[in-house]
């Protein structure tokens, strides 16, 4: 459902769009729908001038544990044919020009864990967890991530992130250049928006100037995306995926 995912403009921050998921009893697990209404979320920043700063942010205990697995079980057992629901806030994330800053405490599971190679500035409580676990279910990386993070982070650990599907606590995960700042737990909102009513208070062509030069040109991005989306794909629909989706609804029941 669309009201799993909250869209605000807090008026103690004025020009900043705040997206929040909103499905704690899922532990924020993304649906289509979800995804939908966060890449029309993040039009709306881009589109808006008077939003000059958006943010990510999840529940208590929880950024998101990624997918919805029923989705992607449901795609994989159907043979679906297309992209996957993901792609279409991929790419935008791509497209937008504006500073994302993004806010986690607890669970980053999955695209929980790459969104954040698109943001420019993420806090993250100390008791966060940020772990892909592609691999272990018989798919591959994907936002680009094969490509942002070995540039941040290096060979080494972005393998042990992205193919091994080790878990990174906080602090290795600042550390390794995939977050900005660690703090408790209840500190984690006001210390995000906080940062994004900095940027958002900069003068906004600078800051596009800045941000476009730093982030550097998206269309290497854009190109990884499409790549690691054909064997996504192809992976998905793949006796060894299905397998591995099976017996991960098992291992849930």
């Not at 290096?154 to 600042?174: C, D, K, P, V």
């Not at 990884?224 to 192809?234: D, K, P, T, Y």
Request: net charge negative.
């Amino acid at each position: 459902m669309t009201d799993h995912i909250e869209i605000t403009r807090p008026e103690a921050h004025p020009g900043v769009l705040v997206l929040r998921f909103n499905r704690p009893d899922k532990k924020n697990a993304i649906t289509q729908a979800m995804y939908q209404k966060l890449t029309a979320g993040l039009l709306e920043g881009e589109q808006d001038d008077a939003i000059r700063a958006i943010v990510f942010l999840g529940t208590e205990g929880c950024f998101s544990a990624g997918n919805d697995m029923a989705d992607f079980l449901g795609f994989a057992m159907a043979g679906a044919v297309g992209e996957p629901a993901a792609f279409g806030l991929l790419k935008t994330l791509t497209e937008v020009t504006k500073p994302l800053v993004s806010g986690v405490d607890g669970l980053a599971i999955g695209i929980g864990t790459t969104l954040h190679m698109h943001c420019d500035l993420t806090v993250a409580s100390d008791r966060s967890l940020f772990k892909t676990p592609f691999v272990d279910l018989a798919l591959v990386p994907e936002a680009a991530s094969s490509l942002i993070a070995p540039r941040i982070m290096g060979h080494q650990r972005a393998f042990a992130m992205l193919a091994a599907s080790e878990g990174f606590s906080a602090e290795q995960a600042r550390e390794a250049g995939l977050i900005w700042k660690v703090v408790s737990p209840d500190q984690v909102e006001a210390e995000t928006l906080k940062i994004a009513s900095s940027l958002a208070s900069k003068p906004p062509a600078a800051m596009k100037i800045a941000r476009a030069l730093v982030k550097g040109s998206p269309d290497e991005v854009r190109a990884r995306m499409q790549e690691e989306l054909v064997h996504f794909v192809a992976q998905l629909k793949s006796a060894e995926a299905r397998a591995a989706f099976e017996a991960f609804m098992k291992g849930r029941g």
